[in-house]
C-alpha cells in the first residue's frame, strides 16, 4: 500500500520496555488538544510543531530500526491523526508489525477500525492525581491496558 498521505510525527525512541509489552520501539505523534496536568509529553502538544513526513518516508525509518516489529504509537494524541493514523495501521498490519497504540480516549470512543488493526490500546486520560508508579504501561489508575485478538477486547491491566 503506497501512500504520499502525511501524518506529524514529534519523535522515535528504541528498545522501551514501558509502551506496551515486550521490547518495543515508539512513534510519538504530534498534538494533542487534552492538555493533561503532569503529562509527561508536554512539548509535543501543539499541532503544526512536528514534522509533517509521507506514511512511507516513515515506514522507511521503522523498518530500519525496528528489528523485532513490535511499535508502539504514542503522542501527543495519535487520534487526533485519525484519517492518517488509520492508513498508518493499515500499512504496519499490512507488513506483519505488533502495534500498540497509547491514547488518551476512553474505549468507548474509539473507533472500530482503530480496534481493527491494533494488538494493544492503552485508554484513558492521564489524572496527576490518580498517578500510579507501580503499574506498567499506565500513568494513573484510570488508564487500562487492553489486547484485542481477533475482534475481543480483553483488559490485561488496569
Partial sequence: MESRKMIECAGWR???CSDGPG??????LQGCSK????CQNARIQRHGEGKQLEMEAV???IESRCMNKKITISGGEPLEQMDSLLEFLKILK???YDICVYTGWNLEQVPEGILENVNYLKTGSFVQ???NT????VGSDNQHMYQILKGH???IMR
Fill in 94 to 96: 499490512e507488513r506483519s
Fill in 23 to 28: 521490547i518495543r520501539s515508539v512513534l510519538f
Fill in 14 to 16: 528504541n528498545n522501551s
Fill in 153 to 155: 477486547v480483553q483488559e
Fill in 129 to 131: 492525581e490518580l498517578i
Fill in 59 to 61: 515506514m522507511n525509518v
Fill in 35 to 38: 492538555g493533561c496536568r503532569g
Fill in 134 to 137: 507501580r503499574n506498567t504501561y
